[in-house]
Structure formats: structure tokens, C-alpha cells
């Protein structure tokens, strides 16, 4: 089992619609947690931290779930711009990254 | 802003043949790490130092090898190339992972083992 998942996706949605990814890590001493955006050939670039009392930044919410192990993405109103795959990232104390696999996002006119 | 600085952009090799990547940062972190990321996949973490002179194993290691002697610069080197190696590589860096701090990524090297 990987140790870090992610919804596989695709995910084709139209412009203006929400919607949600979400991600399950296994490692209990996780220590923090992000989202980060990567455009096509392009080096990834941080979208967010996630925090246990959840954190809002425009159109994006990102909520964290310690007891479950679960982190989740949420996008309102989509735009094409949006279009991008989406990686799941979570940390240990100890100083090691580890990422998803990325869940793509298309979104359509 | 330098930022992340990696080189070269792009590479082929032979098999067999060994090389350096480097990786070099401007903003004076503790932490930097390197990652491949291959065809469909998230990035898998190859080696990472948490500080100039300690340097320790991520998830694929074989095959690489790192050294930190400066805290600007984390060269990752192919001791002898193999087409399984063939993939992007990210270097990246951030200030300390015991914090809720962001990590900056180089632009990738693009590595073609034929």
C-alpha cells in the first residue's frame, strides 16, 4: 500500500463547477500536509497548506482529517485555469516528503 | 530571485555513463531534496539533507548518490546510468519540514538513459 493515496482521476468537470479530491495517508507521525499544483512539464508549485481546523483561500478549502488519516480538496466555481494535476503531499517530522500521484483535473467551456 | 537552480535543463546519456545534476539554492534552507518523477506518477523522494554534511536515504536511492558540503548546493550524481533511470528530476528545497513551510522546486532536468 502506498503511503500516500489519491482519488486516480481524471476529473472533467465544466466551467463553474465544484469539485473535490481526496487523499489518505498511512503514516501516523505525519506531522504536515499540503496541496500543490502541477501544470503540464512544470516543476510542481505549493496551491496550499492544510491545517486540522480546515483553511479557505478564495475558491480553494482544504480540511484535514488526523483521526481518519484524510485530506481533502475543494474547488468552487472552476475555472479553465484550474486545469492542472493536483499532488497530495504530507510530511514527517523527521524531515521526508512524500507524494501522491497526482489526481488531473480538466475543465471544460 | 534565483530560487531553485538546477542544471542541466535537458540530458541524454549512455548506459553506463555517469554524470552530475546539480542543484543549487539561494535563499539559505535547511532542507533540499531530490525527487524523479516519472510518466503518470507523483514524485518519488531520492535522497534529502536536513543540513552542509548530513545527507540521508528517501524512497529509490540505488543508484544515486548525494553530498551536501555547502548549504547552497546538493549535487545528485548517477554512478552509472541505466535506461530505468530515464525520468524527470526535481530538486527541491525549503526552509525546515518541521514547520508548515513551502517547498520551492527547481524547473526539472529532463534525463534520457539510452
Known amino acids: 500500500r502506498k503511503e500516500v493515496e489519491q482519488d486516480p482521476g481524471p476529473f472533467n468537470v465544466p466551467e463553474g463547477a465544484t469539485v473535490a479530491f481526496n487523499c489518505t495517508y498511512s503514516?501516523?507521525?505525519?506531522?504536515?500536509f499540503f496541496w500543490y499544483r502541477q501544470d503540464c512539464r512544470k516543476e510542481p508549485k505549493l496551491l496550499m497548506s492544510v491545517y486540522s481546523s480546515g483553511n479557505e483561500d478564495g475558491r480553494f478549502t482544504a480540511q484535514l482529517n488526523r483521526a481518519s488519516q484524510y485530506i481533502s480538496l475543494l474547488i468552487r466555481d472552476s475555472k479553465l485555469s484550474d486545469s492542472a494535476t493536483y499532488l497530495c503531499?504530507?510530511?514527517?517530522?523527521?524531515?521526508?516528503?512524500?507524494f501522491g500521484d497526482g489526481t488531473t483535473l480538466t475543465v471544460k467551456p | 530571485n534565483a530560487g531553485v537552480t538546477q542544471t542541466p535543463k535537458f540530458q541524454v546519456l549512455k548506459t553506463g555513463q555517469s554524470m552530475t545534476l546539480q542543484c543549487a539554492q539561494d535563499m539559505n534552507h535547511e532542507y533540499m531534496s531530490w525527487y524523479r518523477q516519472d510518466p503518470g506518477m507523483g514524485l518519488r523522494l531520492i535522497h534529502y539533507?536536513?543540513?552542509?554534511?548530513?545527507?540521508d536515504q528517501g524512497e529509490v536511492p540505488n543508484g544515486y548518490n548525494v553530498s551536501r558540503s555547502t548549504t547552497e548546493d546538493f549535487p545528485l550524481r548517477l554512478l552509472s546510468a541505466a535506461p530505468s533511470q530515464t525520468s524527470v528530476y526535481f530538486c527541491?528545497?525549503?526552509?525546515?519540514?518541521?514547520?508548515?513551510?513551502?517547498?520551492?522546486f527547481g524547473q526539472g532536468t529532463r534525463l534520457t538513459v539510452v
Open positions: 503531499v504530507v510530511n514527517t517530522n523527521a524531515g521526508k516528503s512524500t
Open positions: 503514516n501516523s507521525a505525519s506531522q504536515s
Open positions: 527541491a528545497s525549503s526552509y525546515s519540514t518541521r514547520l508548515n513551510t513551502e517547498a520551492f
Open positions: 539533507s536536513v543540513g552542509a554534511g548530513i545527507t
